[in-house]
C-alpha cells in the first residue's frame, strides 16, 4: 500500500505508546482512524489530542480478550467510513511474570496474557481480515509481536508473542495463496519506552489482583526493576510507527525496530536452529544507558 492517504486505520492499544504512535503516524499520513483501549479516559485524551491536530477519528472502549468486543469494533468501523484498509492488532499486557522461570509464573498471569496478547490478535484477524477480503481493496494487517516473538522465553509474554509471530506468518501465506490485495506484518519491537509493566493496571478482577513486587523473590525483583530501566532508557515509540509506516508501504512482514544486541540475538538464535545445536546461552545483556537511539 504505497497510498494512504484517505484510506481507513484501526489500532487497539491506541490510547498510548506505539498504539498512539501508530495513530499519530497514521494520522499524519491523511489516514481516517478508529481507536480502540480498555482505558477509556486515556482513549478520549488520545482522541482529543487527535482532533486537535486535525485528524478524523473516532474511538471505542475495547477489551481485545473479548471477541464479541473486537467484532462491535469491526461493526463500528465499517459503519461509520464504510471500508477498512489498515488494523493494527496492537493491544498487549505483560506482568512481572516475565522474569521467572517456567516453573514460577502463576497460572493466573498465563491466561491473563495470553487471553490479551495472543487470543486478541487472533480476534482481530477473524473480524477484520474477511471483511477486508470482501472489500476488495488493498489492505494490511499489523500484528504486534515483540522481539520476544522472535526469541524464546518459558513465560506467558514470550509464549504468547511467539504465537502472534506463528499466526502472523500463517496469515500471510495464506494471504498469499489466495491471490488477495490484502497483506500483513509482523511487529517486533525491542526495548520501547511504554508503560507495557505497569499494565496491570488493567488487569480483570477474575485474573487475581496486581502483583504485589515487595512480595517478589529479591532475584526477581531485581531482574523487573532492571527492565523497567531498559525500558525507559529504550527507544520512543515514534521510531516504532515511523517504521510500521514504512513497512506497510514497502509491503515488508518483518518490522522489527530493536536494539543492534536483540537482533544479534535473534541471529544467534536462528542459527543454532540452522545448526541443529542446543540453545546458545545468551551474554548477560550490555547497559542500555548509551544504546538508547535507533540505528
Known amino acids: 500500500m504505497k497510498t494512504l492517504r484517505d484510506r481507513v486505520a484501526v489500532v487497539t492499544g491506541a490510547a498510548s505508546g506505539i498504539g498512539l504512535a501508530m495513530a499519530q503516524a497514521f494520522a499524519a499520513q491523511g489516514m481516517k482512524l478508529v481507536l480502540a483501549d480498555i482505558e477509556q479516559a486515556r482513549l478520549d485524551a488520545a482522541l482529543q489530542g487527535l482532533r486537535a491536530q486535525g485528524a478524523t477519528a473516532i474511538g471505542q472502549r475495547v477489551d481485545v480478550a473479548d471477541e464479541a468486543q473486537v467484532q462491535a469494533l469491526a461493526d463500528a468501523a465499517w459503519a461509520e467510513y464504510g ?46 481480515v474477511p471483511r477486508m477480503l470482501e472489500q476488495g481493496e488493498e489492505g494490511h494487517i499489523v500484528n504486534t509481536a515483540s522481539v520476544a516473538g522472535l526469541l524464546t522465553g518459558a ?108 537482533q544479534d540475538l535473534v541471529n544467534v538464535r536462528m542459527t543454532d536452529l540452522l545448526e541443529r545445536r542446543n540453545p546458545t546461552m545468551p551474554p548477560a545483556r550490555p547497559s542500555l544507558a548509551t544504546q538508547n537511539q535507533p540505528t
Open 83 to 128: 471500508a477498512v484498509h489498515v488494523v493494527c492488532n496492537n493491544a498487549g499486557v505483560a506482568a512481572p511474570s516475565l522474569m521467572t522461570n517456567a516453573w514460577q509464573a502463576p497460572i493466573a498471569d498465563w491466561q491473563w496474557i495470553l487471553n490479551v496478547n495472543l487470543m486478541g490478535v487472533l480476534y482481530g484477524v477473524r473480524a477484520f
Open 155 to 262: 513465560n506467558p509474554y514470550h509464549v504468547s508473542k511467539q504465537g502472534v509471530t506463528c499466526i502472523t506468518e500463517g496469515l500471510y501465506r495464506d494471504l498469499r495463496r489466495a491471490g488477495a490485495k490484502v497483506s500483513a506484518s509482523v511487529l517486533c519491537p525491542g526495548l520501547i519506552r511504554t508503560d507495557i509493566m505497569k499494565a496491570e493496571r488493567n488487569r480483570p478482577a477474575e485474573f487475581g489482583a496486581a502483583t504485589d513486587r515487595e512480595q517478589l523473590p529479591g532475584a526477581v525483583r531485581a531482574a523487573v526493576e532492571s527492565f523497567d530501566a531498559a525500558l525507559e532508557a529504550g527507544y520512543p515509540p515514534e521510531v516504532v510507527a515511523a517504521d510500521v509506516v514504512k513497512g506497510i508501504q514497502d509491503d515488508r512482514f518483518y518490522i522489527v525496530p530493536a536494539q543492534p544486541f536483540l
